[in-house]
């Protein structure tokens, strides 16, 4: 099993630009989530879903939109990108909530200027 | 609401010796969870241990245990018999039972000293 992947493991991005990134996972896990981890941050929660076409936002969602057609992929998409964006994108997947562990991706570090 | 913080942004400890990492977890529900995560310089996440609120029995891993004070909402991580593969930056997390968002600390930067 890969687990959680996430593409692209490094951007560039210039000011309000647009771009997606890519997370998948093979370990059949019905809850998906999108965090955020700002320098000298923990992470924080931007969108999550709970299975095909359910998603919805979690404490930072303001410039970002998620979508869920498979029970595998989850992308994170960023619209008119901007400074305060630049952040480490993680993926986690897991079991159905319930203080179950979430299994993390490697992280999308994701610069704009 | 839900609050998580870790008031030692630094730690070190000397190879062998043992380390306690402080977190508290501040909500007004009564079941919960909570987790301690490593992250190396590779940035993988990585889930240390993990407790639930309703067990009065604190949980352990190996060489990682935690000391879980539910009316203090206290929540620390010892590390015995530290390694220097344990040197990582350690986030405490919370999650209420029916939530699906986990909240995090900022987290403390463990160094382990040869």
């Known amino acids: 099993n890969a687990g959680v992947t996430q593409t692209p493991k490094f951007r560039i991005l210039k000011i309000g630009q647009s771009m997606t990134l890519q997370c998948t996972q093979d370990?059949?896990?019905?809850?998906m989530y999108w965090y955020r981890q700002d320098p000298g941050m923990g992470l924080k929660l931007i969108y999550y879903s709970v299975g095909a076409g359910i998603t919805d936002k979690g404490e930072v969602p303001n410039g970002y939109n998620v979508s869920r057609s498979t029970t595998e992929d989850f992308p994170l998409r960023l619209e008119l990108a901007a400074p305060s964006q630049t952040s480490v994108y993680f993926c986690a997947s897991s079991y159905p909530t319930g203080g179950y562990e979430q299994y993390f991706g490697p992280g999308t570090r994701l610069t704009v200027t | 609401a839900q609050t998580v913080t870790q008031s030692q942004p630094e730690m070190s400890v000397q190879e062998a010796e043992t380390v306690t990492l402080s977190c508290t977890y501040d909500?007004?529900?009564?079941?919960?969870?909570l987790f301690w995560y490593k992250q190396p310089p590779s940035r993988q996440m990585i889930l240390v241990i993990r407790q639930e609120a309703y067990k009065q029995q604190n949980a352990t891993e190996n060489r990682f245990s935690v000391n879980f004070q539910k009316a203090a909402k206290s929540f620390s991580l010892k590390i015995s018999d530290s390694q220097l593969g344990d040197a990582a930056m350690y986030f405490c997390?919370?999650?209420?039972?029916?939530?699906?968002?986990?909240?995090f600390g900022a987290g403390t930067r463990l160094t382990v000293k040869p």
């Open positions: 370990m059949n896990h019905n809850y």
């Open positions: 997390a919370g999650q209420r039972r029916w939530d699906n968002d986990m909240r």
């Open positions: 909500t007004s529900e009564s079941d919960y969870y």
